[in-house]
């Protein structure tokens, strides 16, 4: 499968913790990008890539929240001192410059 | 509240029907339009796009139909199936040069045999 991959699938941590989800694109696709879903609910994006670069981040992303492509190529997303309203599924998708996303099926988090 | 958001609109098909599925947007700007289909557990998966100096954009049995005057966004699905069964999603594109997509609320469409 040659699709966007995304680690882990899930994830249960308590209040306060940290956690770091990663993610893989497909692999000629330099534009990477995160959304958030929660139920019932379309994904909002959070945060944007070009190869290494992040050159767009949402407001909803706090100070708690970090994400990172060092090489261009995968990248991880980290939550700092998780809050129960973090619950939710964390998506990334990749693309060739303005080209359609691509979803990975997310890792779902929930926060206890 | 939140649980209005838990609640999605749903639209019911026989199978062979033709299903209709409609979508406003917000920003008359936006020159960027595309539907999104979702399975459960899964991530959204693109279906058609279109752009703001179009009308009607056709692919394989589906059709975007894009109504700027009234800001209003429709996807057709001709002799839907069982397997069209999920959530679709209608984005409007805030970005400059990149994706910084806004969805619209899902409508869940169930397509009995």
């Known amino acids: 499968d040659t699709g966007v991959s995304q680690d882990p699938r899930h994830k249960i941590t308590k209040r306060g913790q940290n956690v770091t989800f990663r993610c893989d694109p497909i692999s000629e696709h330099n534009r990477l990008y995160w959304y958030r879903q929660t139920l019932g609910q379309g994904p909002e994006f959070l945060t944007y890539f070009q190869n290494e670069a992040q050159l767009e981040k949402s407001r909803l992303l706090s100070d708690r929240f970090s994400a990172e492509r060092p090489k261009g190529s995968f990248s991880t997303l980290e939550i700092q001192r998780t809050e129960q309203g973090d619950s939710a599924m964390y998506l990334c998708?990749?693309?060739?410059?303005?080209?359609?996303?691509?979803f990975g099926s997310g890792t779902q988090l929930s926060v206890l | 509240g939140e649980s209005v958001g838990l609640h999605l609109p749903t639209l019911s098909v026989q199978e062979g029907d033709n299903s209709i599925i409609n979508c406003a947007y917000s920003n008359s700007a936006s020159d960027y339009f595309i539907w999104y289909k979702q399975e459960s557990g899964k991530g959204p998966q693109f279906i058609i796009d279109i752009r703001s100096n179009m009308d009607k954009r056709q692919g394989q049995r589906v059709t975007v139909l894009l109504n700027k005057t009234v800001k209003h966004l429709s996807l057709q699905i001709a002799a839907t199936q069982p397997g069209d069964s999920a959530v679709y999603f209608c984005?409007?594109?805030?970005?400059?040069?990149?994706?910084?997509?806004?969805f619209g609320t899902g409508t869940r469409l169930l397509v009995s045999p």
């Open positions: 998708a990749s693309s060739f410059e303005r080209e359609k996303l691509f």
């Open positions: 984005a409007e594109n805030k970005g400059t040069g990149f994706q910084k997509l806004v």
